[in-house]
């Protein structure tokens, strides 16, 4: 060190005399000034993994104010990339305003009473509903993320280590919310309580003897007096996600109430997923009309199963039921536990998750590495499907009952309405799914059904770039490597009260829902509104199966080609990819072949369902088939578009089994289960994965035309053989719009 370097140093506090030994050792600098030293070097913060790393130093260093100002700037940042965020603001911002009150002398649990008074317990109802959640956090969580900053600078003085600003940032995440969580959960239980008029020990009776419990939310300002409730019929018993539905719906002035299905929360009956739940919805609904706050009005809201419970709820026609907001809909028998009759081994560890206990076994449920060497080890045994409980070493009873019944018979047809049972509904619905969405199959399906049968049904569907729980965690800014378009980032349960406000209490009806398919173009960032699923397409394109090669692929034919497409050849004796998976961001063509157009020379509109006409001679009596369409980009990234999946002798009927003639040539017509809405870019090319499911995660059918759950490898006789006549084709739907090709915007987008 110079020597006239160290009056600078000594002024700085930076270097410490040691008087023994005449040398001035450095001395570490504290917490609150390395905080200080690194402010400037993230003052010009635009992003909100930056910003969250400036308000935490700025809070560490004891500058209050300023964290507040930055909050402001996060918030700002979060409405313009992931509105679905802004509000986790919130508990920052009173733990700020709060260690400025104590800065200034006030005691801390007053300064803490005092901020949140501030910003919390003024709010209105239904902005309040909305915070809360956000002041719960998963402590552990952040006590982990605090211990691997800490690991990252092990060994080194704070000022030193390269990751300074993360691990201080970790450790003010830890110390803030250990101060907020104890600090805040009386001052939340005492607004709530302030506000709403909260029952959660509610049991009723059903006619058969059983009990459903049931938590009931009322706001205490209600006017007028008499509420209509919203319900959600859930299996999923967890009191805090419950008690935040019933507080959204009691927010906005309806009785919330969120009831479990037979044998959940406190009921002492046995836990039956789906069997009871029709009849006990309407049963709960008959209830509620009857009490002495209500006007006699029930709506329903939920998604996934709870969707499932609506539709089930409706096919007993309860007087008091007067609309439904579904979204993700299970449909049992359609989706779940089977698709096109072919069943899935996702849904196989699903019973114990929600029938072990009286809540959930998220244990057994998260144990992804007990169920994916599940799969594998049945894959590779070759067993018959049948027996997965048997090598898993434990009963599965419910999944049992469900392979009982391959066909979509009276087992799964009493559950939900069937056939003709939709015209009798005659309540709005609103639904919706996404295109990242499994849950689109079954909310697809209620739609088509209750529109076939009841042409008038006041249906309107919202459909976007949406994953399954998206409208319970917020539309995500990127799905499956699709980065979502603004107009897509939607607050759905907004959407989902504005829908309720329209059909309960005559509020207009939302711009966004004006027709009865709403859906937004990828890629176009626009809405379009048509009265039909048929009318989201203009005009279509059909896609030949050709046998012309290019490089590892085939070319679709925009006509039947000259030379017959290829054979697709399957042995299902063949186990040799029991480990394998497809590299990330690839689609799986094991056992399929790969199509695909030319690059295309201009933008290209890909909307709706598509459609499979094939003729097809097979060695078998019967086989599964998935087609799966993808758009591929000139970067190489393949985005998903529309799929499906079905077992070929249910393609007719998938109440009635049909097998094949082997050697024969077959006609099968089938539509997707899932669709589409995708401006795709110039020099993409669309692809679609032909083939036959073999792997660990679905049922293999072996062709033998006997139950598919009891054939094994022992029936894999010869390998399959498929060939295609020259005629057969796939055909898209397509919308010719020059302005959104051209980029410019729409009225849709405004």
Known sequence: ??????????????????????????????????????????????????????????????????AEASLDRLEAAYRSSEPRMMLSVAPWRTYARAKAYEASGIEASAAL?????????????????????WYEVDLDAVRTRAAEQEKACAGMALAACPSAAKLISARQSLAAWNDLVPGLKPLLEADTQRRFLVDDQVLIPTPDGAKIAAMIVRPRSAKPAKLTALLNFTIYAKDDWSMQDALKMAGHGYAGVVAYTRGKGRSSDAVVPYVHDGEDAATVIAWLARQPWSDGRVGMFSGSYNGFTQWAAAKHHPPALKAMATHATNAPGIDTPMQGNVFQSFIYYWPFY?????????????DDA????????????????????????????VFDSWLQHPSYDSFWQRLIPYGREF????????????????????????????????????????????????????????VDGYVVDKAALLDLQDVRLQWFEHVLRGAPLPELLSNRVNF?????????HVSTLAEMATS??????????????????????????????????DRHDADFSPPPGTPDTRNALVFTTPALDQSLEVDGLFRGHFQVVANKRDFDLSVNFYELTADGRYLALASYLGR???????????????????????????????????????????????????????????????????????????????????????????????????????
């Open 1 to 66: 060190m110079k020597v006239f370097a160290l009056p600078i140093l000594l002024a700085l506090g930076l270097v410490a005399v040691d008087a023994r030994a005449g040398t001035a050792p450095p001395t570490e600098a504290s917490p609150p000034e390395v905080a200080a030293t690194l402010i400037a070097s993230h003052a010009s913060a635009t992003t909100p993994a930056e910003l969250i790393v400036l308000y935490r130093l700025q809070l560490a260093a004891g500058r209050y104010a300023d």
């Open 113 to 133: 009473h005092r901020a949140f008074a501030e910003l919390y317990e003024s709010l209105p109802d239904a902005q309040a509903v909305d915070v809360a959640p």
């Open 354 to 366: 929600t029938t072990d206990n009286k809540s959930l076994d998220d244990r057994a449920f998260d």
């Open 370 to 397: 007990h169920w994916d060497g599940l799969q594998r080890r049945w894959y590779a045994s070759g067993k018959p499907y049948r027996e997965l409980d048997k090598l898993d070493g434990r009963p599965n009873p």
């Open 423 to 478: 015209a009798d509904i005659d309540i709005p619905v609103f639904v919706e799914t996404g295109y990242y969405d499994g849950g689109m199959v079954g909310a697809l399906y209620y739609f088509q059904q209750h529109l076939k049968y009841r042409p008038s049904a006041d249906d309107r569907m919202l459909i976007g770039p949406y994953h399954h729980i998206a409208m319970q965690t917020g539309v995500l800014p990127e």
């Open 520 to 528: 937004e173009v990828m890629g176009a960032n626009a809405w379009r």
């Open 540 to 573: 279509e394109r059909r896609l030949y199966l050709s046998g012309h090669q290019q490089g590892d692929r085939l070319l679709f034919g925009d006509a039947p080609g000259q030379q017959p497409p290829p054979e697709l050849v399957v042995d299902f004796a």
């Open 648 to 750: 070929a002798s249910y393609m007719q009927d998938r109440s009635h089994r049909h097998l094949l003639q082997p050697g024969q040539t077959q006609r099968l017509e089938f539509e997707s289960q899932k669709l589409t809405a995708r401006l795709l870019s110039p020099g993409s090319r669309i692809v679609a994965v032909v083939g036959v499911p073999k792997r660990p995660a679905v049922q293999i059918n072996y062709g033998t035309g006997r139950d598919v759950s009891s054939e094994s490898i022992a029936d894999a006789g010869e390998p399959l053989r498929l060939r295609w006549s020259a005629d057969s084709y796939l055909e898209l739907g397509l919308r010719e719009n020059p302005q959104m090709a051209e980029g410019q915007p729409t009225k849709e987008s405004r």
